[in-house]
C-alpha cells in the first residue's frame, strides 16, 4: 500500500542477522505470558482479541523456529522519508502515510527530537542512529514481502513506455523485441482510445528509427503522418496513384524457391474472391488458367521460371489485359466468367477504372509510410479489395528489405469475410512469419464479432491473430464482445477484469494490458508532445 501511495516517499532498511536460538527462547517467553494473562480473566473483549492474536501469531512463528521453515531471523529496521515543495505539502503527505498505516491497525512514530539522526539514517552511509525507535524482528520470508516491485510489473531494460499500471502507479515499459513474437492486438469499443494508443505506438516506434508501414481505412492518420515527416499515400478514384494487382511482388523466400508467379496467382485470386465473392471454385479454376495464359503471352512472356527482379513495373499486365482477354473467350464462346466480367468492367473503363488500372506508381523511400483509402467507402467491397492489395504490396516489401519494420493494420475485421477465409488466412500467415524478417505487426478493431467470423471449418482465423499476439490490449468492450473472446479466442478474463472492460465515461484509454505471461491493468499515457501531434487530448465525451 505504500508503495502505491503518490508522494515522493523514500523507504530504507537496515537488516541484521540475528540468532534463531534466541528468538525461539524470545518467543517461548512472548507465548508463556500471553498464556498467563488470557487466563486471569482481567482482559476487556478489545484486550482478549488482540492478545489471543498476538499468541496466534507467536505460536507460528515459534513452530516455523522450530521447523527451521523460516530461512533465518532478522532484525529489521523501517525507515519513511517524505519529501515535498512546501510545509503545506508535507502535513497533507504525512497525513496519508499515517491513514494508510492506520487503516491496518498499525502506528508509525516520528522521532521530532532525533530528526537530524533520522535524516542521517536514511543516507547510503550504512549506519542507522535510530535503531532504538525502529527494531523489529522478522523471518527472511517475512522481510522479502518489503521489497518494492514484488508484486508483477513490466519494466524491461530496453522498450517503448505503454501507460501506467492503475494499481501500482509503476510505469510500464515493454521490448517486443525481445519477445517470441512481436505481434499485438488492440481490441476495443469505438471512442475509448484505440486510434490513440496505435498512434502513440507508431510515434515511438518511429522516434526508434524504425520503418512504418500504415493501413489507414478512416483516413485518422493523414495529417498525424504528415506532422512526423511521413509519406501518406491516398488510394481513390481521384489519384494516379496505383499497385497494380498484376504486379508480381515477391518475397524473399520465394523467389529463392524459384516460383513467385505461384505464389502471386494464389494471392491474386483471394482479391479477386473480394472484388466478387460469390465466385464459385470452378470460376476460380478457369481464372487461374486464364492468369497462367496472360502472363505467358506477349508481350509479358513470364513463366514459373521468370527473375522477377529484373522487372520494371510497366513489364506487368493491368487489368485492362485481363479484361481484354475475358472478352476474347467468351467471344469464343467460353462464357465462365462473364458475370465476373461485368464486375472487372467497372475497375477498367467504369468508375474505379483509375484505382488498381495500371502500373505500380507508388514510392516507398520514406521511413514511414501510411496507405489512406478513406475514399473507397468504408467497409465498402471497394475498400476491402484495395486494403488486401496494399497489405499484400506492403507485406512483399517487408519481406524483401533488411532492417526492423512495423507494420499497422486498423480496421483489422476487414479482411474476416466469411465467405473468403483466404483472406483472413493471409493475414494470419503475416502474423506467423514477420519475425522471420525481422518485422513487428500491430492490428486494430473495434468489430470483435466480425473479426472472428472467418473460419474454413478447421481454423478460427481471427481466433488465431489474436493467440499470436503476444502483446494484447484490450479497452472497454461491449458485453458481447468480451464473451466472444472467452468462448471464441479462448482468452480468461477474471470477474474483476471483466468490471475494468465495461464501457464508462471514466475509463476510456484504459483497459487489461497482457505482455506474454503477464498481465496489468493499463492507462494510457501520451507525452504532451505527442497529444500535440495527434491533434490534442480529447475532451470530456469525444472519441479517444
Known amino acids: 500500500k505504500l508503495y502505491r501511495l503518490e508522494g515522493n516517499i523514500s523507504f530504507t532498511y537496515h537488516v541484521e542477522p540475528t540468532s534463531s536460538a534466541d528468538m525461539i527462547k524470545n518467543f517461548s517467553n512472548s507465548i508463556e505470558e500471553l498464556e498467563a494473562r488470557l487466563l486471569s480473566g482481567k482482559l476487556n473483549p478489545e484486550m482478549r482479541k488482540r492478545a489471543e492474536q498476538e499468541l496466534e501469531s507467536a505460536n507460528n512463528m515459534l513452530e516455523d523456529l522450530v521447523a527451521n521453515d523460516t530461512g533465518g531471523m532478522l532484525l529489521v529496521h523501517f525507515l519513511i522519508r517524505l519529501h515535498a515543495e512546501s510545509l503545506e505539502q508535507l502535513k497533507k503527505l504525512t497525513d496519508k502515510v499515517n491513514n494508510a498505516f492506520s487503516a491496518r491497525n498499525l502506528f508509525a512514530y516520528v522521532p521530532s527530537a532525533r530528526m537530524q539522526d533520522a535524516f542521517e539514517s536514511c543516507l547510503p552511509i550504512l549506519e542507522n542512529k535510530v535503531g532504538e525507535y525502529t527494531r523489529r524482528n522478522m523471518d527472511t520470508k517475512a522481510f522479502s514481502t518489503f521489497f518494492p516491485f514484488d508484486e508483477t ?149 513470364m513463366t514459373f521460371d521468370t527473375d522477377f527482379e529484373k522487372k520494371k513495373s510497366k513489364d506487368f499486365p493491368v487489368l485492362a489485359d485481363l479484361y481484354a482477354l475475358l472478352m476474347k473467350k467468351i467471344e469464343e464462346g467460353d462464357d465462365t466468367l462473364k458475370l465476373f466480367s461485368y464486375v472487372l468492367k467497372q475497375y477498367v473503363t467504369g468508375a474505379n477504372n483509375r484505382i488498381f488500372n495500371g502500373p505500380t506508381n507508388v514510392d516507398l523511400r520514406n521511413q514511414l509510410i501510411s496507405f489512406d483509402i478513406s475514399r473507397l467507402g468504408v467497409g465498402s467491397a471497394l475498400q476491402s479489395c484495395a486494403m488486401f492489395n496494399a497489405t499484400s504490396f506492403l507485406w512483399d516489401e517487408i519481406t524483401r528489405t533488411a532492417g526492423r519494420k512495423t507494420l499497422f493494420l486498423d480496421e483489422l475485421h476487414v479482411f474476416a469475410d466469411p465467405s473468403n477465409p483466404q483472406s483472413m488466412e493471409f493475414i494470419y500467415q503475416i502474423w506467423k512469419r514477420i519475425r522471420k524478417y525481422d518485422g513487428s505487426v500491430w492490428g486494430a478493431t473495434q468489430q470483435v464479432e466480425e473479426l472472428l467470423r472467418a473460419s474454413d471449418g478447421k481454423k478460427n482465423y481471427g481466433g488465431a491473430v489474436i493467440e499470436n499476439s503476444l502483446m494484447k490490449m484490450f479497452l472497454p468492450l461491449a458485453e458481447k464482445s468480451i464473451h466472444d473472446l472467452m468462448t471464441q479466442a479462448q482468452i480468461k478474463f477474471s470477474d474483476s477484469e471483466r468490471k475494468i472492460l465495461k464501457p464508462r465515461k471514466k475509463n476510456k484509454g484504459e483497459g487489461i494490458f497482457i505482455y506474454a505471461d503477464k498481465r496489468v491493468h493499463l492507462l494510457i499515457e501520451p507525452t504532451e508532445v505527442e497529444w500535440e501531434l495527434m491533434g490534442g487530448k480529447p475532451k470530456e465525451g469525444e472519441a479517444g
Open 153 to 301: 510489473e513490466l519494466f524491461t531494460k530496453r522498450g517503448i513506455a505503454m501507460g501506467r499500471n492503475i494499481k501500482t502507479k509503476s510505469l510500464i515499459v515493454v521490448n517486443k523485441w525481445e519477445l517470441q513474437n512481436r505481434n499485438g492486438i488492440i481490441l476495443g469499443q469505438s471512442g475509448y482510445g484505440k486510434t490513440k494508443l496505435k498512434q502513440m505506438l507508431l510515434m515511438r516506434d518511429f522516434m526508434e528509427g524504425i520503418r512504418i508501414f500504415n493501413m489507414d481505412p478512416e483516413g485518422e492518420d493523414s495529417e498525424f503522418v504528415g506532422k512526423l515527416g511521413g509519406q501518406v499515400i491516398e488510394l481513390s478514384n481521384t489519384t494516379d496513384t496505383r499497385v497494380n494487382p498484376l504486379h508480381v511482388f515477391y518475397e524473399r523466400d520465394t523467389k529463392k524457391k524459384g516460383n513467385p508467379l505461384l505464389e502471386h496467382l494464389e494471392r491474386v485470386k483471394i482479391f479477386f474472391k473480394i472484388m466478387r465473392p460469390s465466385m464459385t471454385i470452378d470460376e476460380l479454376a478457369v481464372l487461374d488458367a486464364y492468369l497462367v495464359e496472360l502472363y505467358e503471352s506477349e508481350p509479358f512472356r
